[in-house]
């Protein structure tokens, strides 16, 4: 058997021969060239360009149509009432629910589908969760609409009220699915495992708001009537929001049904049963009273959090899926988080949140 390292001389040069196979280059090392191999490199930028792009893209029909700018003689048919299922529901899911499918494959394999499809399985939180995303959230926007209105508030109907809970699963099923695996399964479950809760939220929100701003010349943004303030607002909103809504991901176990319960609750609100109760108030106004609540939920949690925002996993910085940064992924875990809370306090960080994302008529 040869000798594993050996070595000869060639016209006086020393030479070492051995068997042993050569250290793997730097391409190897970083993923590869080509296309593939970026994404590898750097996951999270990966996915908010293909998210952004993506959406931005299978939209722009829907922008340069008769439902938007007015460039393409065409309009988009209403379906239940709006055109955004079909302008806007198509790039919402290509967007952030596909993009992160396709770089969670490509980075992780199947072993990081499956820790991704699984947060979007995690159900089995504690009851107190849904009593918050169900209860509390429309309480804090009631609180907002009471306030800005002047305390002119009306009863919804009876239809709007027997209509609540399908217009809610509704909702789960077009913007909170298209939207949450995307933006808090996929990249603040990474990102905070590499540059810390705090970073993560003020980061992640920008980012999210932007994603909505070609809808702005659209009907979705009120166009052509809206202000030039109204996307600024909604961007700030998307900022605070953003941070209550990363402290109920991690405080669940990152649990993604309690995500889309939110984010749709405060939709389906918003559109429905506010629009009803405070007609005096315009899709501006109701934007702002709540991007006002909102902020000062987000800097209450920011307060008493200490910036952790519930957030108790290790930040390596290698930008890897490694599941859970809430603690546990088991359900245990999750229950008895939030048994820690007291339920007045978690409504009160929760409540003021809300979102008018794609599918809202008051953006």
Not at 41 to 53: K, Q, T, V
Request: proline fraction near 7%; aromatic fraction near 10%; charged fraction near 10%.
């Amino acid at each position: 058997m040869p000798s594993p390292r050996a070595s000869t001389t060639t016209r006086g040069i020393p030479v070492t021969i051995t068997d042993r196979p050569p250290a793997a280059t730097s391409t190897a090392r970083s993923g590869g060239l080509g296309p593939l191999g970026a994404i590898r490199r750097h996951p999270l930028l990966s996915f908010f360009l293909l998210a952004n792009g993506l959406s931005w893209l299978a939209w722009l029909p829907y922008i340069l149509s008769l439902n938007g700018l007015g460039l393409w003689g065409v309009e988009f048919p209403a379906l239940l009432g709006s055109s955004q299922l079909l302008g806007v529901l198509p790039g919402a899911y290509l967007g952030p629910i596909g993009s992160a499918l396709l770089v969670t494959a490509i980075v992780d394999g199947r072993a990081g589908l499956r820790r991704w499809a699984g947060r979007l399985l995690r159900w089995n939180v504690n009851w107190r969760w849904y009593a918050i995303a169900l209860f509390a959230v429309p309480a804090a926007t009631l609180l907002a609409g009471v306030l800005y209105s002047g305390g002119e508030i009306h009863a919804p109907s009876t239809m709007m009220l027997i209509a609540y809970v399908p217009l809610l699963l509704f909702q789960m099923i077009t913007t909170g699915l298209a939207e949450e695996p995307g933006w808090r399964d996929f990249a603040l479950a990474r990102m905070q495992h590499t540059m810390g809760p705090l970073r993560s939220a003020f980061v992640l929100g920008p980012i999210w708001g932007l994603w909505h701003l070609p809808l702005f010349f659209t009907e979705w943004g009120g166009w052509p009537d809206a202000s030039w303030h109204r996307p600024v607002v909604f961007v700030i909103f998307c900022i605070a929001f953003n941070v209550v809504m990363s402290w109920v991901f991690n405080r669940t176990g990152e649990s993604l049904p309690l995500s889309m319960l939110m984010h749709a609750g405060v939709n389906t609100f918003a559109s429905s049963l506010g629009a009803e109760m405070f007609p005096t108030l315009n899709a501006e106004t109701s934007l702002q009273s709540m991007t006002v609540v909102a902020v000062i939920a987000a800097a209450a949690l920011l307060v008493t959090t200490r910036g952790q925002l519930g957030f108790s996993g290790s930040v390596s910085g290698n930008g890897t899926d490694t599941g859970t940064g809430a603690g546990s992924d088991s359900d245990s875990d999750s229950d008895s988080d939030a048994r820690s809370v007291p339920v007045t306090g978690a409504a009160a960080a929760v409540g003021p949140s809300g979102d008018i994302s794609a599918l809202s008529s008051r953006p």
